[in-house]
T-cell receptor, first 116, second 109 residues
């Protein structure tokens, strides 16, 4: 079974530029998550989708971050404009339908973003 | 906000020894999960313990949960060099998984 795919793996941008990350979850997984992991910390949930609907985006800085999952499969996360403090690893995760009550999440390899 | 808080933050042990990590959380939970993260395999789920369970085993892993103290512990027995990684507890409550800051474990061959 293929795992969660993410691209790109690394990205370096200047502050105030925009950047987009892509995620393809495990086939059949209804729930998709985006996390931000700053160096030395645990992952922090940014947004959770159930199929193509947003379940929780309370921790997403909506003035600069946006995310979509239009067809209920793959997803993109965008930052515009980027700030220095956005330097982090952005992790995508997915879980099967019926586990929105908190089952195991499957994580992708992440995208390491450096903002200069 | 982050719920899980692990203690200690860094642990260095000899291969074959046991490693114990503790985690505390702040609000009521449905379950508590432990994950491992290393450069080779990314973030991987290890074990989940439900709020009505007190202890759970999986291979060389033993997890305990004390909901009265809002704390959990992860024990890795007979550690191996391949266990070198960061270990995170993650508390599931209020429809959200909240990760702690992580324990860095180094197993010396």
């Amino acid at each position: 079974e293929a795992g969660v795919a993410q691209s790109p793996r690394y990205k370096i941008i200047e502050k105030r530029q925009s950047v987009a990350f892509w995620c393809n979850p495990i086939s059949g997984h209804a729930t998709l998550y985006w996390y931000q992991q700053i160096l030395g910390q645990g992952p922090k949930l940014l947004i959770q989708f159930q199929n193509n609907g947003v379940v929780d985006d309370s921790q997403l800085p909506k003035d600069r971050f946006s995310a979509e999952r239009l067809k209920g499969v793959d997803s993109t996360l965008k930052i515009q404009p980027a700030k220095l403090e956005d330097s982090a690893v952005y992790l995508c995760a997915s879980s099967p339908a019926g586990t929105s009550g908190g089952g195991e999440q499957f994580f992708g390899p992440g995208t390491r973003l450096t903002v200069l | 906000s982050q719920q899980g808080e692990e203690d200690p933050q860094a642990l260095s042990i000899q291969e074959g020894e046991n490693a114990t990590m503790n985690c505390s959380y702040k609000t009521s939970i449905n379950n508590l999960q432990w994950y491992r993260q290393n450069s080779g395999r990314g973030l991987v789920h290890l074990i989940l313990i439900r709020s009505n369970e007190r202890e759970k085993h999986s291979g060389r892993l033993r997890v305990t949960l004390d909901t009265s103290k809002k704390s959990s512990s992860l024990l890795i027995t007979a550690s191996r060099a391949a266990d070198t990684a960061s270990y995170f507890c993650a508390a599931y409550g209020n429809n959200r998984l909240a990760f702690g800051k992580g324990n860095q474990v180094v197993v010396i061959p």
